[in-house]
């Protein structure tokens, strides 16, 4: 197909453009450490964009394959490729670090370098999850891309940033560990850590349920599914903006990509077995955090508990097994990322002039900041799945698929419509509309050129993919199927 | 130019319109953003009228125009269904659509958020077309919502009043609870045919009939329309989910007009006709929209005689002709409720945008106890209203009169579960709807002059801090307010014996409406006894409705010109009804406290004690322990080279992991 290394660009070059980062040093040279970066992240952008439009919709097999040896001993090797599946989350993950290096451009004035060499490193390691084909060379991403995360959190946080990166660090730890196991196990049955071998790999059904349950607590905590989620809030409430963007935007995704790659294919009988589980938890994480969110009075923790409910349609609509499900909770993943991110940038720019992520502290910013609450009102709308935005076909779609598994699967996700337009709609009432309800309000300066230039950015994306969601999916649709029929058939009667 | 590019350019006019009186409004000025906006919805009126030649001469159209995405082997497109019924909602949408755009003009000649406010009615044009002329429940949805956004950011519009920012967010929600058994509704349609295109689902509404729901037993196209219609009982307010249009009121005059009263609460109707073929197969489904119908048409007339406030009592108006329409989709009258959803445009608009020049006369002042005797000074807008009212009660000639006639008729002739209830509620409905509205017009337009006082009667509405001065007098409001009252007073007259012949004798709709069987025998008795407007009048001289609305204006007048003092006595008589009634029969208070308190409980109580007490609790404190200790580790590394350590642990995770193995 090519000779061009694709994968490998979009993973190494974010990694070494942050060392170059790191390498400016102090924060005297901050603006060439910015400058770097962006140029970084931009170059990072441009190398996925071949992704897309050399992307063969027609195969479900894995394209721009890369394959050497790593650990020969081990059988361990550097395979990359992506299908259908996973070409949406390089891309998506490309472009938010761009977003998220502008958005940091001013307003971190503290160690510079390093901030942006976290944000670009952590990049890389993520496109390296997304890419991965090798049991271990994944794992190394999925543990590793934790680190900068952590650290983003744990420097530049708030006041109670040690106990939300220490919460969010052990509740992830303990997930990975079982993972690990199951790895391990995989190896020392398949002899192999491809994980393509895996799914080939004939299991019995003891065995799938116990690599199933290993899966799901390493990717449930990601996702994170009820009730592991306790951590998020607390990781949204500390972190700085762009450590939100990038956690709620594609560090959420990683967990939910890991059921499609590992869970569903390896053990797809006791995925099925058990899929009544996770739609229930998921429908939980619909219902109750709808209403949990409905109650926080601190914007970010709002937003979290909705990006909880919302990645619980990701879950549901994996283990609907019915293609609408998949092919809609993979639009979702998208949407939640422009979402997401942009609901976290806006609350960063009220948050940069007012220093407050309390409710009760606003209210009448539309007067002060026009342009700004349009922008919000179109994300808050677009978190609310409103037609014609993002947020719209990814829940439209798996509330389909769930009508069509079980009536009653599909009342309880539908609930969204009515929870989620309560509690964005009623925060961005407290926030934006009303009389200017304090002086801080009334000395509010309307968003700059720069923050203009990022949410229009995101404005486009949540309408392009709201207007015309055909391109998104059209890439999808032989690997999910693929996936389905693998699932389907299941292993259990290729046994001896 | 070819058909297609018209169709096409019938909602993307205003949409353009709307883009560049919002986005460039700063450039563009006032007069320019109204001057687009108002040309973007000329043309797709006209446009409309070139369409509706077009398919008199007997031209249909269905095709998607793109496909909007796939998934799951199911195609979401985005297309045209282009027939009568189809047409008739496009020309009332945008003719009504752009009486509001002129009207605006003078309405909201100094508000500063003029351009805004045209860039939101425009949207709102483009909304509602794409919802009439969708050949597929996408791009139906799609309307559905985009229409309630665009209502929810106008009433929403003065944006510093609480009362309107909590009007706005209520009929949102209200909306979302309808669109939610509205997307279930159609879940359940894409998930037995596997398809959203109208045709193809009609064609296997047969099929549907016989079968069973999975996993609940219920007949399923019975489960499908009332999922359906619950979407429509959101939208076209009926109750219970009424509550939200009242209090839209709070939005500008002329959205009032525009979308809660002539088009956006009318989709509700418009979307039960266009699923005639479903609704016919379902007698359940159409008791139930009967008697939802019928509630709604006496139940909320009976509100609007308590209210004071000018809009409020219009509002309460639409909401009870609402009702009739519904009672009319189920008795299988869809064509007599089209029909009265296009008289009810003209006139409820026109009653509207009149109150709304009364408002402008008065200072926005809309307490009808400070108003009286208004017809000397405001002449136009008298005579306009006299026009809206007497449409309104159903008087014989006047458009509403053929459109509620038929309806009533029609119920007369049905024997549904719950036609006797219906009948019932429609004829003293009537009795009603004459009452409230004359005595509006008593109260605003004779009697005894009360504006210009010193106190004002207020009830609790603190924003109206307006009125005229002592000694001041109303006057006419200009021409760009008048003309739209004239435009919209001539269809009042007379569009009802313009089209009742060929609408409701002459099967104009043809196949876009499906009567099944013995359905809407009443009407079709109805048709055959008088065969004309002339006999349908003479005919109508003699009926029970004639002299119910009759004795509805003469007991208004009794109590409101002759004996103004008697209201009060009636009151005090009737105090346990009154407080009934001024609290709306404590449906407000209901929703307060069980609906929103209820989840904000709830919400509370798995916050604190599920996530809090039971998970933090017992997960994460057991280990808080661990916390302290990885804290007192993590505190070593404050050292200001925290980014270097960590990111030789990562190199070295690799480096290391890679010598040792392969070394080993």
Redesign the interface.
């Known amino acids: 197909m090519t000779d061009i290394p694709f994968l490998s660009l979009a993973i190494w070059i974010p990694i070494l453009g942050g060392l170059l980062v790191l390498a400016t040093g102090q924060d005297a040279n901050a603006r060439m450490a910015r400058t770097v970066a962006l140029l970084t992240a931009v170059f990072g952008l441009a190398v996925t964009l071949p992704l897309y439009t050399r992307f063969d919709a027609s195969t479900a097999g894995m394209q721009f394959v890369e394959l050497h040896d790593w650990i020969a001993y081990f059988n361990v090797h550097y395979h990359l490729g992506i299908d259908g599946l996973s070409l949406w989350f390089v891309l998506l993950n490309a472009f938010i670090t761009v977003l998220v290096v502008i958005a940091g451009w001013q307003v971190i004035q503290n160690r510079v370098a390093q901030y942006m060499a976290a944000f670009l490193i952590m990049s890389g390691l993520m496109n390296g999850v997304f890419a991965a084909l090798d049991g271990v060379l994944f794992y190394v991403f999925f543990e590793a891309s934790l680190i900068p995360l952590y650290l983003v959190i744990g420097v530049w946080g708030g006041p109670n940033r040690v106990y939300a990166a220490i919460k969010f660090f052990l509740f992830t730890l303990a997930g990975s560990l079982l993972m690990l196991l199951a790895l391990l196990y995989l190896y020392k049955s398949t002899g192999s850590f491809e994980i393509l071998a895996w799914h080939r790999a004939v299991l019995s059904m003891p065995v799938q349920s116990l690599i199933f349950f290993a899966f799901l607590a390493a990717f449930g905590v990601k996702v994170p599914m009820w009730p592991v989620h306790t951590w998020l809030p607390d990781a949204h409430v500390e972190a700085p903006t762009g450590g939100s963007v990038v956690l709620a935007a594609i560090a959420l995704k990683l967990g939910a990509y890991g059921f499609v790659r590992f869970s569903l294919p390896i053990a797809p009988d006791a995925s099925m077995h058990y899929a009544p589980l996770v739609i229930a938890l998921s429908l939980i994480a619909v219902v109750y955090i709808g209403l949990v969110a409905l109650v926080q009075g601190d914007m970010k923790k709002l937003v979290a508990y909705s990006s909880i409910s919302h990645m619980g349609f990701v879950t549901l609509g994996f283990f609907m097994m019915n293609p609408l499900g998949v092919e809609g909770a993979l639009i979702q993943m998208i949407s939640h990322g422009f979402v997401s991110a942009a609901m976290f940038l806006c609350i960063g720019v009220l948050y940069d002039r007012m220093h407050s992520r309390q409710i009760a502290d606003y209210g009448g910013v539309v007067k002060t900041m026009p342009r700004f609450a349009a922008f919000f009102m179109l994300f808050a709308m677009a978190n609310c799945g409103l037609p014609a935005t993002s947020g719209f076909v990814g829940e439209f779609t798996v509330i389909l698929g769930a009508v069509q598994y079980n009536f009653w699967v599909g009342l309880l996700a539908a609930t969204t419509l009515i929870l989620g337009a309560a509690y964005t709609l009623w925060m961005y009432k407290r926030v934006v509309f009303g009389a200017v309800s304090n002086e801080n309000v009334a000395k509010l300066t309307d968003i700059d050129a720069r923050e203009f230039f990022f949410l229009a950015l995101l404005a486009v994306c949540v309408l392009a993919m709201g207007v015309y969601p055909f391109p998104f999916t059209d890439v999808m649709h032989v690997s999910v199927n693929k996936l389905l029929e693998h699932v389907i058939a299941g292993k259990l009667s290729l046994l001896p | 130019m070819n058909m297609q590019t018209l169709y096409l350019l019938v909602p993307l006019a205003p949409l353009a319109g709307a883009l560049v009186a919002g986005l460039f409004g700063k450039t563009t000025g006032r007069t320019g953003a109204h001057l687009v906006a108002i040309a973007g919805v000329l043309v797709a009126f006209l446009a409309s009228l070139a369409i509706f030649q077009d398919v008199q001469a007997g031209h249909t159209f269905n095709a998607a125009v793109?496909?909007?995405?796939?998934?799951?082997?199911?195609n979401f497109e985005i297309g045209f269904l282009i027939d009568k019924l189809t047409v008739l909602m496009m020309l009332v949408v945008t003719f009504v659509s752009l009486m509001v755009h002129i009207y605006t003009i003078g309405y909201m000649s100094d508000d500063p958020g003029y351009q805004r406010f045209f860039s939101y009615i425009s949207l709102f044009t483009f909304s509602m077309l794409m919802l009439v002329m969708s050949n597929n429940f996408?791009q139906l949805?799609?309307g559905w919502?985009?229409v309630g956004?665009v209502s929810?950011?106008l009433i929403?519009f003065w944006?510093?009043r609480?009362t309107a920012?909590h009007a706005n967010?209520k009929a949102?929600?209200v909306n979302?609870?309808g669109?939610?058994g509205f997307?279930?509704g159609?879940?359940?349609i894409?998930?037995t045919t596997g398809s959203l295109d109208y045709q193809t689902v009609f064609g296997q509404a047969s099929q549907l009939a016989g079968q069973e729901?999975?996993?609940?037993g219920w007949p399923l196209l019975t489960a499908i329309c009332i999922c359906l219609f619950i979407g429509a009982m959101g939208k076209s307010a009926q109750v219970p989910l009424h509550v939200w249009l009242p209090d839209s009121m709070e939005g500008p005059t002329p959205i009032s007009a525009l979308i809660h009263a002539a088009t956006m609460v009318t989709a509700g109707i418009f979307m039960v006709a266009r699923m005639s073929p479903l609704f016919e197969l379902s007698e359940t489904a159409l008791s139930f929209v009967l008697v939802i119908g019928a509630t709604t048409a006496l139940f909320m007339g009976f509100l609007g005689i308590v209210q004071n406030d000018i809009k409020r009592v219009v509002a309460y108006s639409t909401l009870s002709q609402l009702g009739y329409m519904t009672v009319a989709l189920g008795v299988s009258a869809y064509s007599a409720a089209v029909f009265h959803l296009m008289t009810h445009a003209f006139f409820k608009a026109l009653l509207f945008l009149a109150a709304g020049s009364v408002i402008i006369g008065l200072r926005h002042d809309q307490d009808m106890r400070n108003m009286g005797g208004l017809w000397k000074y405001m002449k136009i807008t008298w005579i306009t209203s006299l026009i809206g009212s007497l449409a309104l009660i159903g008087t014989p000639f006047f458009s509403g009169f053929y459109s509620k006639d038929s309806i009533i008729e029609a119920v007369g002739g049905s024997s549904l579960p719950g036609s006797g209830y219906a009948l019932f509620c429609v004829l003293a409905g009537v009795f009603v709807t004459a009452f409230y509205s004359f005595r509006m017009y008593f109260l605003v337009f004779h009697g005894k002059e009360r504006f210009g006082q010193e106190v004002h009667g207020h009830d609790g509405h603190g924003d109206h801090h307006h009125g005229l001065a002592p000694g001041q007098k109303p006057c006419e409001s200009p021409l760009v307010v008048t003309l739209p009252l004239i435009l919209l007073a001539i269809p009042s007259l007379l569009i009802g014996f313009f089209t009742l012949e060929p609408l409701l004798h002459g099967d104009w709709f043809g196949n876009a409406i499906i009567v099944g069987g013995n359905h809407a025998a009443g009407l079709k008795e109805m048709l055959e006894s008088s065969r004309d407007w002339v006999q349908m009048t003479l005919h109508g001289l003699s009926g029970a409705p004639f002299w119910l609305a009759l004795a509805g204006v003469v007991f208004a007048w009794v109590f409101y010109i002759l004996k103004p003092s008697l209201p009060g006595v009636v009151r005090g008589k009737l105090a346990v009804l009154n407080t009934v009634l001024e609290n709306k029969y404590y449906f407000d208070r209901f929703n307060e406290i069980v609906f929103a308190g209820g989840?904000?409980l709830?919400?509370?109580g798995?916050?604190k004690q599920?996530?809090?007490k039971l998970?933090?609790g017992i997960?994460?404190t057991g280990?808080s322990r661990?916390?302290t200790l990885?804290?007192r580790v993590?505190s070593l590394f404050q050292t200001g080279h925290?980014?270097q350590y960590?990111?030789t642990?990562?190199v070295g995770?690799?480096v290391l992991?890679?010598f040792w193995?392969?070394l080993?």
């Open positions: 793109y496909t909007w995405m796939q998934a799951g082997g199911v996408l949805f799609f919502e985009a956004l929810y950011l929403g944006y510093e609480p920012i967010l949102f929600l979302r609870v669109d939610f997307l279930l159609i879940g359940l894409a998930a729901m999975a996993f609940t989840a904000r709830l919400g509370n798995l916050w599920g996530d809090q998970i933090d997960g994460v280990s661990l916390v990885a804290a993590l925290l980014y960590a990111f642990m990562i995770v690799f992991i890679t193995i392969t080993g």
